[in-house]
């Protein structure tokens, strides 16, 4: 087993969860922030669009069973990279779409895939590909949230 990590943001972090957590490979996901400058937020911090964080989900998964370049895939397919600081009526900077890169293979595939996913929408992919910094996992609540609550949530 090669264990890998993806990080993205891309709105409600309940949401990607969800949804990776469908992905054969996929080992674990974890919420929280990233790309900010607060240390240790909170997510009502978070929310206040203060501390320059992103909900986000940070993913170990078996390279052996899924490539980075099918989980860029799954990204763009459950929600909208058109739309800046926003996804259905979240909005703020917290909702942003964007990729954490880990490395330069990271970074170029995914910039790869944002020029061949552009063919696919009107409006231009504003999702941003920046350096992964550290990651918070959010608190111990908002884990596995729609699956805790047997509910699920649609951008």
């Known amino acids: 087993m090669k264990k ?6 891309g709105g409600c972090f309940w949401h990607i969860q969800e949804e990776f957590d469908k992905v054969p490979g996929v080992i674990k996901t974890t919420v929280g922030y990233t790309g900010g400058t607060k240390k240790k937020p909170t997510y009502e ?8 964080h992103a909900e986000a989900i940070e993913i170990i998964y078996d390279a052996d069973k899924v490539s980075y370049g099918e989980l ?12 800046k600081n926003r996804q259905g009526f ?32 009107e409006k231009p992919i504003v999702t ?14 908002h884990q596995k949230y729609n699956e805790k609550r047997g509910k699920t949530c649609k951008i």
């Not at 890998?4 to 943001?9: P, R, T």
């Not at 911090?45 to 320059?52: A, L």
């Not at 941003?128 to 609540?141: L, S």
């Open 90 to 121: 979240d909005i703020g900077t917290n909702y942003r779409s964007a990729i954490f890169y880990i490395n330069d293979g990271q970074k170029k595939l995914a910039k790869a895939t944002i020029k061949k996913y552009q063919e696919s929408f």
């Open 4 to 9: 890998k990590k993806a990080i993205f943001a």
């Open 45 to 52: 911090e978070v929310s206040s669009k203060k501390t320059g």
């Open 128 to 141: 941003e590909i920046v350096p992964a910094t550290r990651f918070y996992p959010a608190e111990e609540h």
């Open 72 to 83: 860029l895939a799954k990204f763009f397919s459950i929600h909208n990279p058109t739309t």
